[in-house]
T-cell receptor, first 114, second 114 residues
Framework: DVKVTQSSRYLVKRTGEKVFLECVQDMDHENMFWYRQDPGLGLRLIYFSYDVKMKEKGDIPEGYSVSREKKERFSLILESASTNQTSMYLC?????????????FGSGTRLTVV | QQQVKQSPQSLIVQKGGISIINCAYENTAFDYFPWYQQFPGKGPALLIAIRPDVSEKKEGRFTISFNKSAKQFSLHIMDSQPGDSATYFCAASNSRGSQGNLIFGKGTKLSVKP
């Protein structure tokens, strides 16, 4: 069963900590995405990547960075966690071929920063 | 012009009723319109999708209606069931674009009362 796996379902971190959220996909997809989901705000794109070592800023990149050293793995990094980064974080992947745009999402990581 | 506007934000329907969620877009280059369904604690999953060469697509109790001239599309859930209670996201993309990123609406929380 093909899937996107996020390493943690729940995380609690302290303000100022460096936080790593990991995402792995087994579908050989070129594209990977990180979103945060907050009530009433929907899915907001943080960063995305079209290829290994490539990254592009999404709509809300401030306070975040990403790393993609291998095709199947895309990491989201909170350099210095703050309480306003408490949220649900969703990873997704997709094929890059034109006309094929369906995303597969992971189950999410609910991060609480205290 | 990249926005997708979704309404309503929340919806309560009686069991057996029809649930209707609406979305509107501005970018005429969009040519792929999926709907995603998200249950609590899970990531969004592709439910049904349509391309603008047809005005309607039906899969079981779920139907997408598409109005190209009005730049609107909607999801109809017939004979709504409590198990349909979830958050629904519409989305749009230009699949002929360089990578075809999906642009998501803000979501509709559907509650179906028994």
């Amino acid at each position: 069963d093909v899937k996107v796996t996020q390493s943690s379902r729940y995380l609690v971190k302290r303000t100022g900590e460096k936080v790593f959220l990991e995402c792995v996909q087994d579908m050989d997809h070129e594209n990977m995405f990180w979103y945060r989901q907050d009530p009433g705000l929907g899915l907001r794109l943080i960063y995305f990547s079209y290829d290994v070592k490539m990254k592009e800023k999404g709509d809300i990149p401030e306070g975040y960075s990403v790393s993609r050293e291998k095709k199947e793995r895309f990491s989201l990094i909170l350099e210095s966690a703050s309480t306003n980064q408490t949220s649900m974080y969703l990873c997704a992947s997709s094929l890059s071929r034109q006309g094929v745009v369906g995303y597969t999402f992971g189950s999410g990581t609910r991060l609480t920063v205290v | 012009q990249q926005q997708v506007k979704q309404s309503p934000q929340s919806l309560i329907v009686q069991k057996g009723g029809i649930s209707i969620i609406n979305c509107a877009y501005e970018n005429t280059a969009f040519d792929y319109f999926p709907w995603y369904q998200q249950f609590p604690g899970k990531g969004p999953a592709l439910l049904i999708a349509i391309r603008p060469d047809v005005s309607e697509k039906k899969e079981g109790r779920f139907t997408i209606s598409f109005n190209k001239s009005a730049k609107q599309f909607s999801l109809h859930i017939m004979d709504s069931q409590p198990g349909d209670s979830a958050t629904y996201f519409c989305a749009a993309s230009n699949s002929r674009g360089s990578q075809g990123n999906l642009i998501f609406g803000k979501g509709t929380k559907l509650s179906v009362k028994p």
